[in-house]
């Protein structure tokens, strides 16, 4: 798995990964905390990453048939009925090589690393921890989505200049908005941090 930039963002992935399930196993009552994702608890979001390591392509295309070709709608249901498996389930799914090596359709690389770091920031980031993704995939996140200036997540990046606490990464010009580089990720994915802010939408 390469790309951003030709380098080998597979091991990212997995690490992303590996680090949540390591914070999930040593605090078990994270389960049912909320997260950035509005309305998921942390059972809810990790139902709905997983999906890859659970779903084989045709139980996937049954789910997506039954949601009438919405995946807005088949991330909910699958999200509300799969967060009630066994913790043991979903953290061996967070740890499972298939889910490691998975990339969205047409996404690539690129897109299997965003979909890593972002969800486990809309983790870490409500429970006031470390982001569990490796600071260069984090720096990579953050060149990617302002390389297509917000179009990914339909944040409005005009005029607002992003500054990085953490690393010393910027993109930018005008109003100032800093904060720690996974905040930074989380802001561009469209979520709203816990202190109340959030980027402007298309």
Do not use: I, K
Request: proline share 6%; hydrophobic share 50%.
């Amino acid at each position: 798995m390469t790309d951003v930039d030709g380098r080998d963002v597979a091991a990212w992935v997995g690490r992303t990964y590996e680090g949540l399930a390591g914070v999930l196993d040593a605090e078990p009552a994270t389960w049912d905390a909320p997260t950035l994702c509005a309305g998921w608890q942390v059972r809810h979001l990790v139902a709905h990453v997983t999906m890859p390591a659970r779903l084989s392509p045709e139980q996937f295309g049954a789910e997506m048939a039954a949601a009438r070709g919405d995946f807005g709608v088949l991330s909910d249901t699958v999200a509300a009925r799969d967060a009630a498996l066994p913790a043991a389930d979903l953290l061996g799914a967070l740890r499972s090589p298939v889910l490691h090596a998975w990339q969205p359709p047409g996404g690539g690389a690129t897109g299997a690393l965003s979909h890593a770091v972002v969800h486990s920031l809309d983790v870490t980031v409500a429970l006031g921890r470390p982001p569990v993704a490796p600071a260069d995939a984090v720096t990579a996140v953050l060149d990617a989505v302002t390389a297509a200036e917000g179009a990914w997540f339909g944040v409005d990046l005009a005029g607002v200049r992003l500054e990085s606490s953490d690393t010393g990464w910027a993109w930018g010009s005008g109003d100032a908005v800093r904060a720690d580089g996974g905040s930074l990720v989380a802001l561009l994915a469209g979520r709203t941090l816990p202190d109340g802010r959030a980027l402007p939408r298309r």
